[in-house]
């Protein structure tokens, strides 16, 4: 039965393999789970799935095989989010709950379909449309003993399908990326090392050491595992760069979280001799670019992040940056950074799609030796993969 669910996923294009497939049927064969559809799906993500990043699709091929909500979805918009704001919750009698109806599996698919379409507005409490709070099949926060949860997290443990709401659908591929997903991406670049104090225990060689001492507990401790991976980060700021903010401010928000090494400066459109990292005071604070350059070890990771839309003459001429009369080209400060840090990469927040309309795009990927990457999930990883290098 489970070798068409197999293809499914192939097909899906999510990388599974027969070892894998085999350790899901044996760990069937030995009962690992009770016969439910919602255990089945952890335990198949679980054996099947190797990356984050493939869960969206892994929820979408699920959906599909176990004729699963997913498929209704795809033509119709998301449920709004208003939709789903829990407010109330009814407290029913065991005899109140024992003269709900079971729909039935096909019954519910059929009559979801039909609400999709027909609700117009957000309701609670009640026992017909998607909400929360009532004895409704469809939705969250209620009671019904078979009914499919949408948003929310379980409660009553009855749902016949909860799976839709896929929890992790930014983790495609092809998706822009929040904070969280970003920092998924940036574990890829991650280095741990044990330095400094020993203030961690461990717990392998306390057991040996215990051992070893004629079972007298002997603690052994260790230095704490981190990332000792160094980062400069320079952001563009301003200009077009203000259509891209938010996603900016996401990846700026998760470097920061991810790398306790990292240092960040901005500049406007491409770097040139001094840069800032106060945007209100930049006319007063500056920093000389010869001094970063000096400043920080060759092994750094060097991360530039901008739109690098602009006019070329901004990147190519002296004088050529639209607020002072800059003495040397952006293209010799941009060349003296790659030079100095062998490894780095651009982040552009712009769409792929819309760089070779772009000038100045090129003219910087030509400058970074095409280190430019888009800033979706597989932009991310890719760029990650090259730093760590």
């Known amino acids: 039965m489970l070798i068409d669910f197999f293809f499914t996923l192939k097909d899906a294009k999510i990388p599974v393999s027969i070892k894998e497939f085999l350790i899901l049927l044996e760990a069937l064969q030995r ?10 799906y952890y335990l198949a993500r679980t054996t099947l799935v190797k990356d984050e990043a493939h869960f969206d699709k ?10 699963g909500i997913q498929t209704i979805f795809e033509k119709n918009a998301d449920i709004p989010l208003d939709w789903l ?35 117009k507005e957000r309701h609670e409490g009640g026992n017909k449309w998607i909400g ?20 929310g997290s379980g409660g009553n443990r009855t749902a016949v399908k909860v799976w839709d709401a896929r929890a992790y659908r930014d983790y495609d ?39 070893n001492n004629a079972g007298y507990l002997d603690i052994k401790m260790r230095p704490e595992r981190k990332n000792n991976i160094k980062v400069l980060m320079l952001l563009d700021v301003g200009g077009t760069m203000d259509d891209h903010i938010e996603r900016t401010e996401e990846l700026f928000s998760a470097a920061k979280t991810e790398f306790k090494n990292m240092e960040f400066f901005y500049f406007h459109n491409c770097v040139y001799d001094y840069l800032w990292k106060n945007n209100q005071r930049r006319h007063a604070e500056r920093f000389p670019t010869w001094d970063i350059l000096r400043k920080y070890t060759p092994d750094t990771k060097l991360i530039f992040v901008g739109d690098a839309t602009m006019s070329p003459y901004e990147i190519l ?16 400060w941009l060349q003296r950074f790659t030079k100095t840090f062998p490894k780095f ?7 792929e799609g819309l760089w070779q309309y772009r000038q100045s795009v090129e003219v910087i990927r030509q400058l970074m030796s095409n ?9 991310l990883e890719r760029g990650m993969r090259l730093l760590s290098k």
Do not use: C
């Open 31 to 40: 009962q690992v789970i009770s016969p439910t559809l919602d255990n089945f």
């Open 58 to 67: 892994f929820d979408q091929a699920f959906g599909r095989y176990f004729k």
């Open 85 to 119: 704001v829990q407010r109330m919750k009814r407290e029913l009698t065991p005899e109140q709950l024992a003269q709900l109806e079971k729909f039935g599996y096909d019954k519910l698919m059929d009559r979801l379909k039909e609400l999709l379409e027909e609700q």
């Open 132 to 151: 929360t709070g009532g004895t409704s099949p469809f939705g969250h926060g209620g009671s019904n003993p078979e009914g499919i949860r949408i948003g």
């Open 173 to 211: 591929d092809e998706r822009e990326l929040g904070t969280r997903n970003i920092k998924v991406a940036l574990r890829r670049l991650r280095k741990f090392a044990r330095e400094g104090i020993a203030e961690e225990l461990a717990l392998d060689d306390t057991i040996r050491a215990t051992a």
């Open 317 to 332: 001429q002296p004088g050529g940056s639209v607020e002072y009369n800059n003495e040397e080209a952006g293209a010799e």
């Open 345 to 351: 990469i651009w982040l552009n927040p712009e769409p």
């Open 371 to 379: 280190r430019m990457f888009p800033v979706t999930m597989d932009g």
